[in-house]
């Protein structure tokens, strides 16, 4: 009889492991010797870049849930795409309003502002990360890692946020932790410049970026990226602990109060960007060619007219619109908030878009976590595991929360 151990690696992982919950590997890895072996290969290594799949976390109801989000048939309508959503339930416990992630790591925050959490969903860790301060729900977060040290050394960035009618997301202050020392210390900048408190930054490479906008309207750039109210990008280097220059964008902003642009993360280490100007149907693509910390470039990714498919606008919410691209099938997934017909309540609905008019919608059929008229970005960037300890050396032991 065919023992388990004698099929072949290739077919354990593409049948059983890619069928398995991220969050639920950590049972499967101490089963046996085997099982741990394959999965670090499998869901570690290189075959964890599985074309045309798309892996991130929501919160649902302040509950975190992984998304798994397939785009295999997507041109079938036979074979409609189907996103399956699942509650993590070693987190069960914790009302948690928004997440962020780099490297394999995830950062919650509390529903009450009251807590921050790490989280690596692959080896089952959880830490607890003091605060020097009670929290404020406009203060924003990034996590992020010291790309210079020896040691996998993580970072968490607190960015406190003046956001009234005189002050819209001006910053009045920065601190940040250090995973090695366990401790926070109080950073001496604050870049001229506003970061809405509901813009989440996206961490590449180590280092965050943020959709940033000036206090008055300049040039930034050569003649092709004039960007007409002074919005860029500003990346965030946590090697340095601090802010690099403005980066530009590949479009001209001239209302940035009506107009989306969402930051997300490509495959290959790109970034890419959406824009949907304002008082249009109309959603460009794009994703970097070069990005580092002090200079960026970009190419046209897609760029697609919906005013016959989708008549209403805009299409992305800029204050919790997501999305995530597929290169080979040159299509794009928009996740935003939809009026579900059947119940009239609002739920998360992914709107795939291509070439050629390209439109299609999935509802997933959830209602995403809300505070009051606000609602936090709906879906993290696609996300990618890692065996990064989130303890300290001497503090092995998996926690609970």
């Not at 010797?33 to 045309?52: A, E, M, P, Y």
């Not at 309003?97 to 969903?121: A, R």
């Not at 290169?327 to 609905?349: C, M, P, Q």
Request: overall charge neutral; some cysteine.
């Amino acid at each position: 009889m065919t023992m388990m151990c004698d099929l072949p690696h290739d077919l354990l992982g593409e049948k059983i492991l890619a069928k398995v919950p991220i969050t639920s590997l950590k049972a499967i890895r101490s089963t046996c010797k085997l099982w741990n072996v394959l999965s670090k290969d499998f869901i570690v290594g290189k075959t964890t870049s599985r074309q045309h799949e798309f892996l991130g976390f929501m919160t649902i109801r302040s509950k975190v849930c992984s998304l798994r989000f397939g785009l295999q048939g997507i041109h079938n309508q036979d074979a409609l795409v189907d996103p399956s959503t699942k509650q993590v339930r070693l987190l069960d416990q914790v009302e948690i309003t928004k997440i962020f992630h780099c490297d394999g790591l995830v950062l919650c925050v509390t529903k009450e502002n009251s807590k921050l959490l790490v989280w690596n969903p692959y080896l089952g860790q959880t830490k607890w990360i003091e605060t020097r301060k009670q929290l404020h729900k406009s203060d924003m977060y990034a996590l992020g890692c010291n790309n210079n040290s020896k040691v996998p050394n993580y970072k968490i960035l607190r960015l406190h946020c003046c956001y009234d009618y005189y002050n819209h997301g001006r910053l009045s202050g920065s601190e940040i932790y250090n995973s090695m020392s366990e401790s926070w210390s109080v950073l001496d900048l604050i870049p001229d410049c506003e970061i809405d408190y509901y813009q989440r930054g996206v961490t590449l490479k180590g280092d965050t970026y943020f959709f940033a906008r000036g206090t008055a309207p300049h040039e930034v750039g050569n003649d092709a990226c004039i960007i007409g109210l002074g919005v860029f990008m500003l990346c965030f280097d946590y090697t340095k602990e601090r802010f690099g220059p403005h980066l530009t964008l590949p479009f001209t902003i001239t209302d940035n109060r009506h107009e989306a642009v969402v930051l997300s993360c490509g495959r290959e280490e790109q970034l890419a960007v959406l824009y949907e100007k304002s008082q249009s149907n109309i959603l460009d693509f794009w994703v970097t060619n070069k990005i580092e910390s002090n200079v960026v470039s970009w190419s046209k990714f897609l760029k697609v007219d919906l005013t016959i498919k989708q008549p209403r606008h805009p299409l992305v919410h800029r204050n919790h619109g997501s999305f995530f691209i597929d290169e080979e099938k040159k299509v794009a997934v928009v996740f935003d908030i939809g009026l579900n017909d059947s119940s009239r309540h609002y739920a998360t609905t992914a709107f795939i878009v291509g070439e050629e008019g390209y439109f299609t919608s999935v509802n997933i059929g959830k209602e995403p976590t809300r505070s009051g008229s606000y609602h936090p970005p709906l879906v993290s960037s696609s996300y990618l595991p890692s065996l990064l300890q989130i303890n300290q050396p001497h503090q092995r032991k998996e926690t609970a929360v």
